[in-house]
Nanobody
Framework: QVQLVESGGGLVQAGGSLRLSCAASGRTFSGYTMGWFRQAPGKEREFVAAISWSGGYTSYADSVKGRFTVSRDNAQNTVNLQMNSLKPEDTAVYYC?????????????????WGQGTQATVSS
């Protein structure tokens, strides 16, 4: 079992930045691919970013590419999502998730463990 707890959400103006963190506990964190997903009201949960267990491979949704950066610290059992140049359409609950797949999947069905989510709100 892996327990995940997100933090760092909040309210920010358009163009601003937020840094989300996800703290993991339980089984060996470094063995898992980590992903970030988000869900806006009335919308499906969507992929945002993912990072391989070593940090050597990352992937991003087109909508956030160039603005968001995913990173991890296996010594601290954390994964972060730096969000810059935020837009109102980035407003959502953000979830981190863990997968045992080597190549970070973009589909939520391949993630086995999920955090409770953290709200990020971007005002125009």
């Amino acid at each position: 079992q892996v327990q995940l707890v997100e933090s760092g959400g909040g309210l920010v103006q358009a163009g601003g930045s937020l840094r989300l963190s996800c703290a993991a506990s339980g089984r060996t964190f470094s063995g898992y691919t980590m992903g970030w997903f988000r869900q806006a009201p009335g919308k499906e949960r969507e992929f945002v970013a993912a990072i391989s267990w070593s940090g050597g491979y990352t992937s991003y949704a087109d909508s956030v590419k160039g603005r968001f950066t995913v990173s991890r610290d296996n010594a601290q059992n954390t994964v972060n999502l730096q969000m810059n140049s935020l837009k109102p359409e980035d407003t959502a609950v953000y979830y981190c998730a863990a997968s045992d797949r080597l190549i970070p999947p973009v589909s939520s069905q391949y993630y086995d463990y999920w955090g409770q989510g953290t709200q990020a709100t971007v005002s125009s």
